[in-house]
């Protein structure tokens, strides 16, 4: 082979070795040009590659000095946001009705509330049945602030009052009668009330002005045919004689009899505590200037005294509001403890006070079965404070309302576990026969050669496998249903659960209906951040849909200016994140 090889060269394969030469030559042009090629891709790619780092590093910073200065500019947003704001109802709302609260709270709301009116040129006239002193703390801001302010305690000081002075004698009559008919407990017989009257004209028509209980008392005696008390006579002989010509036409029967002694024990409390010399100027009621409380108490009377003199008052001062129309449309008059009144009564005074231009605000104890009627009645708002009774909880939730919201309903988890174990076994072999050939020779110079070979070839293999499997799984699942109710807005332990100065404000404007909850705090003003106006009272249709009203207690100061307390807070207080109900349930989604 060596030799044919070597003969093959010399004979012609010059030829061949320049091919080979040639083809390897252009093979390794072709791969220098190709790796250069490479290096040049590269190049260029490293050189994008650093370009597009350098513009994403500067977006990066860019990126983060952004949101360093949103956060920077939403912090201080935060830290200068206005927490309070004062929360007023309707200018139009010619009543409040304030159902509940404790002393505290009471006093709280008058010194909120009343501290506006004064600043604003009004004046308060309060009416205090409750034996509370609810008017000490309005009373201690208004003498400071430099208002007037006039307290009288009855029936104490019934005498230098001079309640009845300055009405006519018919008048006085039907208030009298109306204040003694109230105290009977559940009578319902109408035709006494105007035989209280009859009498009661009877004997005021016909004495000298000025009127007084004693003075009445003593005409009723005469009705009777008794001698003066305690041998004084305080009517003149021309008074006695004009009662004693009318007593043929009252009769003589037993009832008759019956109820002149009714009334003349009912004044004669009254004219127990008036003094004999009595004022001889008639009481201004309207307009008042500054701040007047008339308070009753029994504290050092008797319980029946003092719930006539509160009868009496609120008749005497209702009389006043009829006779009143639209002089006095800055002044405020605050009963206190009227619950025992009647709703007829109540009634009334919300009516007169409405057509004098008097704003009314009543405040109920109780939300019991009277006062349950007139709740949320006429041109009125509501502030509904702490009720420790369970049942009148639940009424002033009632009247609060009802709205859907969406509540988990359900919460599901399902834990599942599952072993799988399993073996396999295989075997197998195989045979294989080959089987070789061949022929050679050569041819030289010393002669030829030839050969021939045969080769058989044998291989055997066997094998074989055994498996063995293991599986574990755990599973969890966990799940989360909501469910849209109708439920209360507030719910009753909660109004059981008020901060004494706590009070949801319940009121209507321009068709649209919200409830806020507020506190009345004074001390509210004289910490920071608090606001000089109010919130929208009602947001428009189109704002209720994009924020919801969000019913988060949060302690604000109200009133019409900013001495009130007060608030209403909505999803665009960047306060608190409303829930999505329509997303799954996520710990960051409530």
């Known amino acids: 082979m060596f030799l044919f090889g070597l003969s093959y060269f010399f004979d012609g394969g010059i030829s061949f070795v320049a091919v080979a030469v040639a083809w390897?030559?252009?093979?390794?042009?072709?791969?220098?040009?190709?790796?250069?090629?490479i290096g040049k891709e590269k190049a260029e790619w490293q050189a994008r590659r650093d370009t597009e780092w350098e513009r994403y590093q500067s977006a990066t910073v860019g990126w983060r000095t952004a949101v360093e200065s949103h956060e920077a500019l939403d912090r201080a947003r935060r830290e200068a946001a206005l927490l309070f704001h004062p929360l007023a109802p309707r200018p139009t709302a010619s009543r409040i009705d304030v159902f509940g609260g404790t002393r505290d709270g009471w006093a709280s709301l008058l010194a909120t509330v009343g501290s506006s009116a004064l600043a604003s040129g009004g004046g308060i006239l309060l009416l205090d049945f409750s034996e509370r002193g609810i008017g000490g703390g309005i009373a201690q801001l208004a003498a400071a602030s430099g208002f007037p302010v006039t307290g009288n305690e009855l029936p104490t000081d019934i005498g230098r009052l001079g309640l009845l002075h300055d009405i006519d004698p018919e008048d006085v009559a039907e208030l009298l009668a109306d204040a003694v008919d109230t105290l009977r407990r559940g009578g319902d017989d109408s035709t006494l009330r105007a035989l209280d009257a009859e009498i009661l004209e009877t004997v005021a028509t016909r004495l000298d002005p000025p009127l007084t209980f004693t003075r009445l008392a003593a005409g009723l005696r005469v009705l009777q045919g008794r001698d003066p008390e305690d041998g004084l006579d305080v009517l003149s002989p021309g008074e006695r004689s004009a009662i004693v010509n009318r007593m043929d036409a009252l009769g003589g029967s037993e009832r008759i009899q019956d109820e002149i002694h009714y009334l003349r024990a009912s004044l004669e409390r009254l004219a127990g505590r008036e003094e004999k010399a009595t004022v001889a100027t008639p009481q201004q009621w309207w307009p008042v200037h500054g701040l007047r409380v008339m308070a009753t108490s029994s504290r050092d009377t008797s319980t029946s005294r003092k719930e006539l003199t509160d009868r009496v008052l609120f008749q005497i001062v209702l009389?006043?509001?009829?006779?009143?129309r639209g002089e006095a449309s800055r002044d405020i008059l605050v009963v206190a403890g009227g619950d025992r009144?009647?709703?007829?009564?109540?009634?009334?005074?919300?009516?007169?006070?409405?057509?004098?231009?008097?704003?009314?605000?009543?405040?109920?104890?109780?939300?019991?079965?009277?006062?349950?009627?007139?709740?949320?009645?006429?041109?009125?708002?509501?502030?509904?404070?702490?009720?420790?009774?369970?049942?009148?909880?639940?009424?002033?939730?009632?009247?609060?309302?009802?709205?859907?919201?969406?509540?988990?309903?359900?919460?599901?988890?399902?834990?599942?576990?599952?072993?799988?174990?399993?073996?396999?076994?295989?075997?197998?072999?195989?045979?294989?026969?080959?089987?070789?050939?061949?022929r050679s020779g050569s041819r030289g110079k010393s002669g030829k050669s030839s050969g021939w070979n045969h080769s058989v070839s044998v291989s055997q293999s066997d094998f074989w496998q055994d498996t063995e499997s293991l599986s574990v799984t755990d599973s969890r699942l966990d799940g989360a249903t909501l469910q849209r109710v109708y439920e209360f807005s507030v719910e009753p332990m909660q109004i059981q659960r008020l901060p004494p100065t706590a009070f949801v404000?319940?009121?209507?404007?321009?068709?649209?209906?919200?409830?806020?909850?507020?506190?009345?705090?004074?001390?509210?003003?004289?910490?920071?951040?608090?606001?000089?106006?109010?919130?929208?009272?009602?947001?428009?249709?189109?704002?209720?849909?994009?924020?919801?009203?969000?019913?988060?207690?949060?302690?604000?100061?109200?009133?019409?200016?900013?001495?009130?307390?007060?608030?209403?807070?909505?999803?665009?207080?960047?306060?608190?994140?409303?829930?999505?109900?329509?997303?799954?349930?996520?710990?960051?989604?409530?």
């Open 505 to 590: 404000l319940v009121d209507s404007a321009l068709g649209d209906r919200r409830a806020a909850l507020g506190d009345c705090n004074p001390g509210i003003i004289l910490l920071p951040r608090v606001a000089s106006t109010a919130h929208r009272a009602v947001a428009s249709e189109k704002q209720e849909l994009e924020a919801p009203l969000m019913l988060e207690p949060r302690p604000v100061p109200s009133g019409g200016s900013t001495h009130d307390a007060g608030y209403a807070h909505d999803a665009g207080g960047h306060e608190v994140e409303p829930v999505d109900p329509l997303q799954p349930w996520d710990p960051r989604n409530g």
């Open 341 to 438: 009144m009647g709703l007829p009564a109540l009634e009334s005074m919300a009516r007169h006070a409405d057509n004098a231009g008097i704003r009314l605000v009543n405040l109920f104890e109780h939300l019991a079965e009277g006062t349950e009627r007139l709740i949320g009645t006429g041109d009125s708002a509501t502030l509904i404070m702490q009720l420790g009774n369970a049942k009148e909880a639940e009424a002033a939730a009632e009247f609060v309302g009802r709205g859907h919201k969406f509540v988990f309903s359900q919460i599901t988890r399902q834990v599942g576990n599952s072993l799988t174990a399993g073996t396999s076994t295989s075997a197998g072999g195989s045979t294989t026969v080959s089987e070789t050939e061949g």
């Open 319 to 324: 009389h006043q509001l009829r006779r009143c």
């Open 24 to 37: 390897a030559g252009f093979r390794v042009a072709q791969i220098v040009r190709i790796k250069g090629k």
